[in-house]
């Protein structure tokens, strides 16, 4: 069974970057037909996809996030990661990282890990 | 705003049958069979129930049905338990490598 388990640091001060880490076991992150990604949600509101990742490095990201986020993969020790500069209290949310199955293109999340949850204050 | 639309919350009784939708464009549902549902309880993992359009994953419940009209698509949950109680969102490929997603569904089983 894929299981994914998001680390992170639970509280960021504005203006500095979150880092947050993707650990994956149970499959390698190095098959191809799968991208691996960050999606958010802020309190009381919905999902939002950040962007996604392919082992090879391509990466494609939500618009809304682009300037300020970086992914990256390490396929040595099958994590993930995502950065996120600059960030404001609207950054307060549960990240998730998934996998996402590719048929001929990004089709479904189909495996989740649990979210951790991120604090962006003083 | 979410870029799908669903209905902030639906209840039913046990036994009973619902019914969520989830509503998008001519660009993303209405254009791809390649819309996928899930179920997310507080704390937990969001578990894929629903993919393309209407295929179950090994494990998932044959309670658990999808289908799409136009720009819009439907999940419907029949033969209603008390553990079905969970959020319910929706995702549609969106073209140019992008995932759409709804805002979410509050099921309460009544």
């Known amino acids: 069974q894929v299981q994914l388990q998001e680390s992170g640091p639970g509280l960021v001060r504005p203006s500095e970057t979150l880092s947050l880490t993707c650990n994956v076991s149970?499959?390698?992150?190095?098959?191809?037909?799968?991208?691996w990604s960050w999606i958010r949600q802020q309190p009381g509101k919905g999902l939002e996809w950040i962007g996604y990742i392919y082992h090879r490095g391509g990466t494609y990201y939500n618009p809304s996030f682009k300037s300020r986020s970086t992914l990256s993969i390490d396929t040595s020790t099958n994590q993930f990661s995502l950065q996120v500069r600059s960030v404001t209290a609207a950054d307060t949310a549960v990240y998730y990282c998934?996998?996402?199955?590719?048929?001929?293109?990004?089709?479904?999340?189909?495996?989740w890990g649990q979210g951790t949850p991120v604090s962006v204050s003083s | 705003q979410s870029a799908l639309t669903q209905p902030a919350s639906v209840s039913g009784s046990p036994g009973q049958s619902i019914t969520i939708s989830c509503t998008g464009s001519d660009t993303d549902i209405g254009a791809y069979d390649l819309v996928s549902w899930y179920q997310h309880s507080p704390g937990r993992a969001p578990q894929l129930i629903i993919h393309e359009v209407s295929q179950r994953p090994a494990g998932v419940s044959l309670r658990f049905s999808g289908s799409k009209s136009g720009n819009t698509a439907s999940l419907t949950i029949s033969g209603l338990h008390s553990d079905d109680e969970a959020d319910y969102f929706c995702c549609s490929y969106g073209g140019h490598t992008t995932l759409l997603l709804g805002g979410g569904t509050k099921l309460t089983v009544l």
């Open positions: 998934a996998r996402v199955r590719m048929i001929l293109v990004v089709s479904h999340f189909d495996f």
């Open positions: 149970g499959a390698s992150i190095s098959i191809g037909g799968y991208y």
